[in-house]
């Protein structure tokens, strides 16, 4: 049985808002483009959890959106109109003092379309993340499930466990609709990641099926399509899974497809 104090621990963040301009607009891979963020407003930006969610408020094109008021009656927006929203992934680099978002590039998507477009000098409105669920790294053993939407998060969890001496025995199921997508973790060859190519459910299901769960000192983290994650998650249900160490996560929902 894991002790109490290595459970993920919850931490919570004053809510604020930041206006901040775009620094660097790069594409990172076959499908992701990272838009870097700065300005004095970062100041104080904390984000402690790898998985963490970033409000991300678009302005209406060629407007300039101002940050809402947070008061004793709630969030409080200029025109009385909340914009379209969306979560991302924070990658906080402290020692840069920037922030950046790795936008997944499809047609339709109200994010990934601002992100293609971004240039210097624009800026964005963020809010969050208001906490954290912080992970620790040194579990024994980790497994890490995800598909388009929580690469960002993936890589940035990798990139962390990567500067440990002793690295954990990790183990990534990643689904993608492109084999082409694979370089956005390229740089992560010495984690074992299986690929799943077309978005195969059944795939995963039986990848997860042949694990087999140590009785401690292990962390799951399943996330992607809200159904999806469903039946990811009964895969463990026979297996005396600490709930606490199973993080089930739904990074989006098939009604709400292309919206991001």
Known sequence: MTEKSRYPQRVRN????????????????????????????????????FDDHTKIFFPQPGTRLIPPTVTDEGIVWADGIRPVAR??????????HELALDFFIHA??????????????????IGGPRGSLVVPEDYAWQLY??????????????????RLAQRPQVQAIVSVHDEAL????????DFNITWIVGHDEQAIIVQLE???LPPED???????????????????????????????VAYWHKKEALKR
């Not at 979560?87 to 840069?96: G, H, M, S, V």
């Not at 694979?182 to 060859?189: E, M, N, S, V």
């Open 14 to 49: 004053e809510l604020r808002f930041r206006e901040l301009s775009v620094l660097r607009v790069e594409r990172i891979g076959a499908g992701f483009q990272r838009v870097v963020l700065g300005g004095e407003a970062l100041e104080g930006f904390s984000s402690q959890g």
């Open 87 to 96: 979560d991302y992934t924070p990658l906080y680099d402290a020692e840069r």
């Open 108 to 125: 339709g998507g109200v994010a990934s379309t601002w992100a293609v477009n971004a240039r210097v000098g624009d800026t964005l409105t």
């Open 145 to 162: 499930v995800c598909d388009e939407s929580g690469m960002p998060a993936l890589r940035r969890r990798l990139e962390g466990l990567q």
């Open 182 to 189: 694979k370089d956005y973790l390229a740089h992560l060859k």
């Open 210 to 212: 042949q694990l087999t």
């Open 218 to 248: 292990y962390f799951i983290w399943l996330t992607g399509e809200g159904e999806a994650v469903k039946n990811f998650s009964a895969v463990f249900d026979g297996q005396a899974c600490d709930p606490q160490l199973l993080r089930c």
